[in-house]
């Protein structure tokens, strides 16, 4: 600090009532004090305790269910909830759009993340995954001419072989990433329908790895499938360094 000259501070900025209403129920909430399922109580119950006004604990509130961390009752109560990974994943995928991530940057990503997944799946899937997973392949090949039905085929396809791994923490790591990978998909088939068996024939070999938990086969498939995905997003005139959000706003990505 040059000498003479005064240290500057920024004015401290008080903050509003209903954050610090919300940030004391969260607390308690995520300290285990209150568990899913318990009883809050209700904004008339909330105001006394707090000693604020209706309108400060009702903001509050509003931003727990936001989260999903509380929900309203019938009768008026509010009790703790358990928030859904999907909810949470496409707040995350809103925030990677407002980012401008690129498809260079989702194909890294699901690179990375791929193979981790596919060894979790062989590891964990039941037989109801695969009945699941069969029942998808099935209805991709009966509509392969259909390039709209065939991307929202391949969307479930990726959620239930992601489901097979049975671990909630990487069903919620890839959730924001799939989210945005369906329209890149979506707009690739669109526009070059004719890689369509190709997809099918990934998938395939990809229940096939599950089914008789052949680590290699479904490492070597998944890579496969992710590169074929580059291929035709580049072959459908798309730059790798293309914003997603541009791939999802101008109406060509939509299944």
């Given at each position: 600090?040059?000498?003479?000259?005064?240290?500057?501070f920024e004015?401290?900025?008080?903050?509003?009532?209903?954050?610090?209403?919300?940030?004391?129920i969260?607390?308690?909430i995520?300290?285990?004090?209150?568990?899913?399922?318990?009883?809050?109580?209700?904004?008339?119950?909330?105001?006394?305790q707090?000693?604020?006004?209706?309108?400060?604990?009702?903001?509050?509130?509003?931003?727990?269910?936001?989260?999903?961390?509380?929900a309203?009752?019938?009768?008026?109560r509010?009790?703790v909830?358990?928030?859904?990974?999907?909810?949470l994943?496409?707040r995350?995928?809103?925030?990677?759009?407002?980012?401008q991530?690129?498809?260079?940057?989702?194909?890294?990503?699901?690179?990375?993340?791929?193979?981790?997944?596919?060894?979790?799946?062989?590891?964990?899937?039941?037989?109801?995954?695969?009945?699941?997973?069969?029942?998808?392949?099935?209805?991709?090949?009966?509509?392969?001419?259909?390039?709209r039905?065939?991307a929202?085929?391949?969307?479930?396809?990726?959620?239930?072989?992601?489901?097979?791994?049975?671990?909630r923490?990487?069903?919620?790591a890839?959730?924001?990433?799939?989210?945005?990978?369906?329209?890149?998909?979506?707009?690739?088939?669109?526009?070059?329908?004719?890689?369509?068996?190709?997809?099918?024939?990934?998938?395939?070999?990809?229940?096939?790895?599950?089914?008789?938990r052949?680590?290699e086969?479904?490492?070597?498939?998944?890579?496969?499938?992710?590169?074929?995905?580059?291929a035709?997003?580049?072959?459908?005139?798309?730059?790798?360094?293309?914003a997603?959000?541009?791939?999802?706003?101008?109406?060509?990505?939509?299944?």
């Amino acid at each position: 600090m040059i000498q003479g000259v005064a240290t500057r501070f920024e004015r401290i900025k008080a903050r509003p009532a209903y954050e610090l209403v919300a940030e004391e129920i969260e607390g308690k909430i995520l300290a285990g004090i209150l568990r899913p399922g318990d009883p809050i109580g209700t904004e008339s119950e909330l105001v006394k305790q707090f000693g604020v006004n209706r309108s400060t604990v009702r903001e509050g509130i509003r931003l727990l269910e936001q989260s999903g961390l509380v929900a309203r009752e019938s009768s008026r109560r509010l009790s703790v909830a358990v928030p859904h990974y999907h909810g949470l994943a496409t707040r995350m995928s809103r925030a990677l759009v407002l980012q401008q991530v690129t498809f260079r940057e989702l194909f890294h990503t699901s690179r990375a993340l791929g193979p981790g997944s596919i060894d979790q799946a062989i590891d964990n899937r039941t037989d109801e995954d695969l009945e699941a997973l069969d029942a998808n392949l099935a209805r991709t090949r009966e509509m392969r001419h259909d390039a709209r039905a065939v991307a929202e085929l391949d969307a479930e396809f990726h959620r239930l072989l992601d489901g097979a791994t049975h671990n909630r923490v990487l069903l919620l790591a890839k959730e924001p990433v799939n989210i945005l990978v369906r329209p890149t998909t979506a707009h690739i088939i669109a526009n070059n329908p004719s890689g369509i068996p190709r997809l099918i024939e990934a998938h395939g070999h990809l229940v096939d790895a599950l089914r008789t938990r052949d680590r290699e086969k479904g490492r070597l498939w998944i890579d496969r499938h992710l590169r074929d995905w580059k291929a035709g997003f580049e072959i459908s005139g798309r730059d790798l360094d293309s914003a997603v959000e541009a791939i999802i706003g101008d109406g060509r990505g939509e299944a």
